[in-house]
């Protein structure tokens, strides 16, 4: 995946792109859009709109180049012209401001992976030395914030006298893994970004993967328990499955429905339980028991929403082939998301 991305010296406010008086307070009374990261996505692209403390706007563009390719986008003005074809609101947004342009960079290939990032030799590899995925969902910081815990238990064990010869690679494996098992998460995904139907379930799918295992077991400071995480090992493998196959019916789904003519439609990710649910179950602090015991419950939500998903798609396109299991799906927890997408 390539990038480039650009400062404009203005707050680019995507609030104004739009009168519709409905749309304006979808978000709340006031409309304050612009003050978050805003992603505009298409087939192959998603668009970054992030402001900045010091009042400047982050434009980026991030693209597989089987469909768009970098020589289209490698300078200021190339990267003007792909937005007036592509993002034309957004590009007329810019255009007022374009005398402000503070600087631009591209970058080729930017996802790194490395064969080695902790050693028994006290050194180890952190942030976008060590990896880096895509900027899509920001996992950057969270291998950053990993990294960091794992050098931190290295350094503290080898202070306190205890050998790391069999620690600082397994932490490393730890590390590897969890990066292996995010790149699916993006691999081969860029083309999904322009149909709607398929992005408003894969957000939940992918948020549900996250929140459910390594953020769980990150904020709970498990992720340098080498014991407790091999006590994990089946369900870390069962996630890790269900999710390639997940991320593979997405695709399937693509190919048989690449273009969808949608109905505009605001899903109020508020109103589906299983997002806020796990998302606030990670300010609990849970005992070793309680933990494993939550993160087998999330192994079978996973599951659930699996199958859900999968089934519940399967029902009007019938022609998706999937190797999911044919096992009745549970509750219906995304009731919201298919009644918006008149699903």
């Keep these: 995946i390539n990038a480039v991305w650009f400062r404009i010296d203005a707050n680019i406010k995507i609030d104004g792109w739009c009168d519709d008086a409905s749309w304006q307070t979808l978000t709340g009374k006031v409309p304050r859009r612009w003050l978050s990261t805003n992603h505009l996505m298409g087939e192959g692209y998603w668009v970054w709109l992030i402001p900045l403390a010091t009042g400047s706007t982050s434009i980026g563009i991030v693209a597989d180049p089987r469909i768009h390719p970098l020589q289209e986008l490698n300078s200021f003005d190339k990267s003007m012209a792909w937005l007036k074809r592509h993002e034309p609101q957004c590009a007329e947004s810019i255009q007022l401001h374009r005398q402000k342009m503070q600087d631009f960079l591209a970058i080729k290939k930017m996802s790194r992976g490395s064969r080695q990032v902790f050693s028994v030799d006290r050194w180890g590899l952190v942030g976008e030395a060590a990896a880096f995925l895509d900027p899509f969902y920001s996992p950057g910081s969270d291998f950053i914030a990993i990294g960091n815990m794992?050098?931190?238990?290295?350094?503290?064990?080898d202070l306190a006298g205890r050998p790391i010869g069999q620690l600082a690679p397994t932490l490393q494996s730890v590390f590897l893994t969890l990066f292996q098992n995010n790149l699916l998460?993006?691999?081969?995904?860029?083309?999904?970004?322009?149909?709607?139907?398929?992005?408003?379930?894969?957000?939940?799918?992918?948020?549900?993967?996250?929140?459910?295992?390594p953020a769980l077991l990150y904020f709970n400071?498990?992720?340098?328990?080498?014991?407790?995480?091999?006590?994990?090992?089946?369900?870390?493998?069962?996630?890790?499955?269900?999710?390639?196959?997940?991320?593979?019916?997405?695709?399937?789904?693509?190919?048989?429905?690449?273009?969808?003519?949608?109905?505009?439609?605001?899903?109020n990710q508020n109103e589906i339980e299983i997002m806020t649910r796990l998302n606030a179950e990670l300010r609990e602090r849970l005992d070793d028991e309680a933990l494993r015991a939550r993160f087998n419950d999330n192994v079978e939500l996973i599951r659930d929403l699996m199958l859900e998903i999968t089934q519940r798609v399967q029902q009007s396109q019938p022609q998706i082939k999937s190797e999911v299991s044919t096992q009745p799906a549970g509750s219906h927890r995304l009731?919201?998301?298919?009644?918006v997408l008149n699903m």
Excluded: C
């Excluded at 322009?194 to 948020?207: E, L, S, T």
């Excluded at 090992?233 to 003519?261: L, S, T």
């Excluded at 009731?335 to 009644?339: K, V």
């Design 185 to 213: 998460t993006y691999r081969d995904q860029y083309p999904l970004f322009g149909n709607p139907r398929i992005m408003a379930f894969k957000f939940v799918w992918d948020y549900a993967v996250y929140w459910g295992f």
């Design 221 to 267: 400071e498990k992720l340098t328990d080498v014991g407790f995480i091999q006590s994990l090992a089946r369900g870390i493998e069962q996630i890790r499955d269900m999710n390639g196959k997940m991320q593979e019916f997405f695709r399937d789904w693509y190919e048989v429905d690449p273009y969808v003519n949608a109905v505009p439609a605001f899903v």
């Design 335 to 339: 009731d919201h998301i298919f009644e």
């Design 150 to 157: 794992m050098v931190g238990k290295l350094i503290e064990e």
